[in-house]
């Protein structure tokens, strides 16, 4: 009879008695994880009643898998859309959470004599809330569908993310042999942001494109496979990379997140995860030493008050601070009150660098054990504890906080510098991101490979000119005279004069990090140096800078990234309406109308000079005189004394004109408006029907004889006779699309026009 090998006879008494206990712990309504960690107790080493295992080494192996399957199944619940929903409040109250329970889990460890790591490491486990016990709690309790539960949830969102960069910093801080090295902290958070930003945008381009264009050709076999393939290479990438295998399993995961059959992966891949997560959870148990709990119950029990009084002391101050009302600070505080998941990954982690001490792990598991129990108590406490709280606290701090969140809440001032900053960094930051990577990957892979491994001659000429081309869209867009967002930037910079030098100092930001770039091409690859390479970057810059076709790539590599972002959201939010797609056209778009003063300064200028689309975004619809109406009319119209303007744009493209009105002194009067462009439709039904505006939907196919070309070279305006108003891509939606934007298959292009129109679209059986 053949050996039966170890691994095989540890993991069925593993599995045997875990799924023993869970059903017990199922019987008497108690959390899974509880059930597993007993599991690991009774078949570990330190309870001599039960038949231990034999090979701790290959379970160890089997729990990190765990982890990184259960990192994976963490990311295929997240959604970055949720993150951006979860808006402020959750942001600044994790903030709070983290860096208070950070400091003082930190503060507990050095007076309870602990060493300088196990401190660090120990703040960083007492600031991590458990999900699944919260969620577990909330449904025994009946309260998911409560207010406060969003804030709570938004947390914990947050509170992951951090979690996963909190285990690369303590990585760092805990091989820093010397000290913590400051410049080595920094260096190592940037080196995180970077390829984080770098696998982000790279990844939501490629995996759910990929997944859609092979969603035909896979079986739920193939499915598995190729999903848990990506996880373990962005594993290895992770680790190779100097991170964590859970970094790298919970980016994947995010991506995947994102494709459109991703429920259908997560739950084919959830058996595999529970498997693995149950050896994780009982190789937890089996770290719990009675005796040693003993020796250390009064750090226990320190630690258990630490961590239910400074979360719920700490969380209800980060969702006060927040702007959120002292009822929903305190149900949120009072629902964070315990460790769990993340506490035993982060204990495992310091374990298994070795700088941890060995009683710390089941220390942090008694810990979790105890405040999991409390978890439902304190849930149900937190009502009658605020009514308590309302009658002890002074009323005129009572009236200082409903006035300190209503001021939060109620504050709809110009936001508009906050929000260009905002979107300036962010663009900024990705830019400089990809650009610095395809800077890294030509000169430490590239041009090495057509040097010295193909012998290429010219080998330098032809990695410039491999570089500048996969670097030419993004520059386009770096090189467009605005500081981030178009709309926000005219905004302020028709608002005030004084906005203008700061916006320009903006632009100078963008066009340095060009700058850069293409300098990096020309000295650093080619070998031009001085006023020669200047003069190459200025040339170059110019010819990319008024390029329609970089523009046009650059507007389709960012719709599809933005189709792949929010496709699966949209996806559901039409199945919530019954399947309907929604024509999302006739709200967001306004129309006005304006009279041209007889002093105006129009007078006599063309459609083209006056650029109201170049400059404003909006369109004009309708030109009125005393001797005719002209429909959409083209650059070569000319405005006439009195002459009546219909313009149509979305409502900050309007905005932005009426500023620019008074600043440039153009004497238009507006006559009414703005209205909603389905409320004008509606009115306009009150015309002769010749004389009515249609809007359409053109879904363009493969025979279409706009495929493939741009807005600008379609000229729908004199073929079609009409405006383009918008168009569809996927669940990615365009009001007034740039004229470099190329027509791809299935889009679904809106366009404004009149009978003329139709009977265009007839005659040439578009429609």
Avoid at 643 to 651: K, M, T, W, Y
Avoid at 740 to 750: G, Q
């Amino acid at each position: 009879m053949s050996h039966l090998p170890t691994i095989i006879t540890d993991l069925a008494m593993i599995l045997l008695v875990a799924g023993i206990t869970t059903i017990l712990f199922k019987k008497i309504n108690q959390p899974l994880v509880l059930g597993y960690i007993i599991a690991g107790f009774i078949t570990g080493p330190n309870f001599v009643f039960f038949p231990t295992i034999a090979d701790k080494v290959n379970v160890q192996a089997w729990s990190e898998i765990g982890v990184i399957f259960l990192l994976f199944a963490l990311g295929l619940e997240f959604s970055f859309y949720k993150l951006k929903k979860v808006g402020s409040t959750a942001f600044v109250s994790t903030a709070v959470i983290i860096v208070s329970m950070l400091f003082v889990g930190y503060g507990v460890g050095q007076l309870l004599g602990w060493t300088h790591m196990d401190s660090i490491f120990l703040g960083g486990m007492l600031s991590m809330s458990s999900t699944a016990i919260i969620i577990k709690a909330f449904d025994d309790l009946n309260l998911r569908n409560q207010s406060f539960t969003e804030v709570v949830f938004g947390v914990l969102i947050v509170e992951d993310i951090v979690g996963i960069a909190m285990m690369v910093i303590l990585s760092t801080i805990a091989v820093a042999t010397s000290g913590i090295s400051s410049t080595e902290l920094a260096l190592s958070v940037g080196r995180l942001i970077f390829f984080l930003v770098l696998w982000f945008v790279a990844g939501m381009y490629l995996i759910p494109t990929f997944f859609k264009k092979a969603q035909d050709l896979m079986t739920d076999e193939t499915l598995v496979v190729v999903s848990i393939g990506l996880c373990l290479g962005m594993v290895f990438l992770a680790t190779h990379l100097g991170f964590s295998s859970a970094l790298g399993a919970f980016i994947m995961g995010s991506l995947i997140a994102e494709a459109p059959n991703a429920e259908h992966i997560e739950h084919l891949v959830s058996p595999i995860k529970d498997l693995f997560g149950a050896v994780f959870f009982v190789s937890v148990g089996m770290m719990v030493n009675p005796a040693l709990l003993a020796d250390y119950a009064l750090p226990v029990a320190a630690l258990v008050a630490t961590t239910i009084l400074g979360q719920l002391f700490f969380s209800t101050c980060g969702v006060l601070a927040a702007g959120q009302k002292l009822h929903t600070a305190v149900l949120c505080g009072f629902s964070l009150t315990q460790i769990g998941e993340f506490s035993f990954i982060l204990a495992t982690l310091g374990m298994n660098l070795g700088v941890t001490s060995d009683f710390l792990y089941p220390i942090i598991v008694a810990v979790s054990v105890i405040t999991t129990f409390t978890t439902p108590f304190f849930i149900n406490a937190a009502e009658p504890a605020y009514h308590k709280l309302t009658e002890l606290l002074p009323k005129r701090f009572l009236d200082w906080l409903d006035r300190y969140t209503d001021s939060n809440i109620e504050d709809t001032k110009s936001q508009d510098w906050r929000n260009l900053l905002t979107d300036y960094v962010l663009h900024m930051v990705i830019y400089a991101t990809l650009l610095f990577a395809i800077m890294l990957g030509s000169s430490l892979y590239l041009l090495p490979y057509l040097r010295d491994n193909l012998q290429l001659p010219y080998a330098n000429f032809i990695a410039a000119g491999g570089t500048l081309l996969v670097m030419a869209p993004l520059l386009r867009a770096i090189l467009v005279n605005r500081a981030g967002s178009a709309e926000l930037f005219s905004i302020l910079w028709f608002k005030r004069r004084a906005n203008h030098l700061p916006l320009m100092i903006l632009v100078l930001g963008k066009v340095l990090l060009a700058s850069f770039s293409l300098y990096f091409v020309f000295n650093d690859l080619v070998g031009i140096h001085g006023i020669l390479a200047f003069a190459a970057i200025a040339l170059v810059g110019y010819f990319i800078a008024s390029s329609d076709w970089l523009m046009g790539e650059y507007l389709r590599i960012e719709s599809r990234f933005l189709v792949n972002l929010n496709e699966k959201h949209m996806r559901k939010h039409r199945e919530a309406q019954g399947g309907q797609q929604g024509h999302w056209f006739d709200e967001e778009l306004y129309l006005a109308y304006y009279k041209v003063a007889d002093n105006s300064p129009i007078i006599g200028k063309t459609m083209k000079q006056l650029a109201v689309r170049q400059y404003y975004g909006c369109n004009v619809l309708q030109m009125r005189t005393p001797q005719a109406t002209i429909d959409m009319p083209g650059g070569e119209v000319t405005v006439t004394k009195g002459a009546n303007l219909l313009v149509i744009g979305s409502e900050s493209q309007l905005k932005i004109m009426d500023a620019a009105i008074i600043q440039r002194h153009l004497e238009l009067h507006r006559l009414w408006g703005p209205v909603t462009m389905r409320q004008f439709m509606l009115e306009d039904h009150a015309y002769a029907p010749e004389q009515q505006f249609l809007s359409l939907a053109i879904t363009i196919d493969k025979h279409s004889p706009i495929l493939g070309t741009s807005l600008k070279a379609a000229d729908l305006r004199h073929k079609w006779s009409c405006l383009v108003i918008g168009l569809e891509r996927g669940a990615f939606t365009i009001t007034n699309p740039n004229v470099s934007l190329v027509f791809e298959e299935n889009d679904l292009l809106w366009v404004l026009g009149k009978q003329k129109m139709m009977n265009t679209l007839i005659r040439e059986e578009i429609l």
